[in-house]
């Protein structure tokens, strides 16, 4: 398996696939072209160079994730990392592809979770809530049941989103803010309560 950059992500992301035994091959980063090796795995920088293997995100950034998703689609095929500690429901619970689902995670039943999103350590997100594709969810954030998120949408570490809150496409919501009521797409809210 490929992990997709090369950053402090990337190694929680091998940190969560060597805890489960899976196979790594590589790390591939464009950007950070003076890293050659980390933990005796080769980086690669170009394309052309990568063997035709599973991949697996190791990015943060809405956009970023979108974007090397669909980059690596054509020939690869994604996979999740959902860490050994996270607690996912079996009732009716629908998970997309290329998720990142780490640490001490919870998922409630009736929860969906579109392709590409990251679900950092220690969040949670309750009964009936939908997360679209592509989302960026901090370090112990918490979505209460019935809440609805966006495609790209980034929470902050620490957030609450209230029950039954909508969350439109690309809002960004800040880290420790309290969503009390819906928030429209491409909007920046942050504080308690959010504004």
């Not at 579109?114 to 969040?123: F, I, K, Q, W, Y």
């Amino acid at each position: 398996m490929i992990i997709i950059g090369a950053g402090g992500h990337a190694l929680e992301v091998l940190n969560e696939l060597k805890l489960a035994n899976h196979s790594i091959s590589a790390f591939y980063d464009e950007i950070n072209v003076h890293v050659n090796e980390l933990f005796g795995f080769p980086v690669y920088h170009q394309l052309d160079e990568l063997p035709l293997e599973a991949f697996v995100l190791g990015v943060g950034g809405p956009t970023l994730r979108r974007k090397l998703y669909e980059q690596f689609c054509g020939q690869r095929s994604p996979a999740s990392v959902i860490s050994s500690s996270a607690q996912v429901s079996s009732l009716n619970t629908l998970l997309g592809q290329g998720l990142n689902i780490m640490s001490g995670v919870y998922i409630g039943p009736n929860v969906t979770i579109g392709e590409g999103s990251l679900v950092n350590a220690r969040s949670g997100i309750h009964h009936d809530s939908k997360i679209g594709s592509f989302c960026e969810i901090c370090i112990g954030v918490s979505i209460a049941g019935r809440c609805t998120i966006g495609n790209e949408v980034f929470i902050g570490m620490g957030a609450q989103i209230l029950p039954g809150v909508t969350i439109g496409e690309q809002a960004i919501i800040g880290a420790g803010a309290v969503v009390t009521k819906d928030v429209p797409a491409g909007v920046t809210v942050k504080g308690v309560p959010a504004k």
